[in-house]
Structures are given as C-alpha cells and as structure tokens.
Nanobody
C-alpha cells in the first residue's frame, strides 16, 4: 500500500525539542521529495520544510529556519523533522506529504502540489 505514516508528536514545554518521523511505504522513496506541513486550530495548512530524497537538498520556511532540521534515512524510508527551541506558536497538527521533487520556489509550500499525505501528528508546546 502506498502511504505515509507520521508519528512523534506530543506535549513539550517552550524551549524543548521533539523529533517527528514520517515513514514511507509502497513507492520508490528516492524518486520523490517529502514536505512537512502544519495546521494550527482555525488556520490553514502551512509549509514548514521539505527535502529532496535523491540528493538531500532542503528548504525551510522562515518561521522555523535555525530551529528545525529536516533529514532522511533512505535505508529506512523515513524522513525526520527535528524541532528545537520550540515555541507555543509551533503548536499544530503536523503532516508529512509527498511531491515529485523540490522546486525551491513558493510552490514547495502549496499543499495542492503534494499528492500523498500522512495522517498527522499533534504537537503541543506549552508556555
């Protein structure tokens, strides 16, 4: 089955860290890019970061640059999002999604450009 499974969410205090995982199955992992998105209550889905699985090039939204790191373990078909120095504004449901490649343009953060989504994992940052 072609799918993405996100996990690793939880409750953390401001300044703390969490690592999210996105496990892919059913498709040729290195042929794609994976993006992380988040959606806070009452708001739209926001692009956070993405990685090209063929060459590990990465792209970050300004809101997380310097705090979040995206990486992949191609042997495990897994993409990680390491979140450090977290802030209450990072509270959201986090989703991973698949795109054909990174374009290094604003379209990398358009949810409609991604064709496969994981189920989401809730991250709550307390102040």
């Amino acid at each position: 089955e072609v799918q993405l499974q996100a996990s690793g969410g939880g409750l953390v205090q401001a300044g703390g860290s969490l690592r999210l995982s996105c496990v892919a199955s059913g498709f040729a992992f290195e042929d794609y890019a994976i993006g992380w998105f988040r959606q806070a209550p009452g708001e739209g889905r926001e692009g956070v970061s993405c990685i090209s699985l063929s060459d590990n090039r990465t792209y970050y939204a300004d809101s997380v640059k310097g705090r979040f790191t995206i990486s992949s373990d191609n042997a495990k078909n897994t993409v990680y999002l390491q979140m450090n120095n977290m802030e209450p504004k990072d509270t959201a449901v986090y989703y991973c999604a698949r795109r054909d490649r990174i374009y290094f343009s604003e379209t990398d953060y358009y949810p409609a450009e991604y064709d496969l989504w994981g189920q989401g994992t809730l991250v709550t940052v307390s102040s």
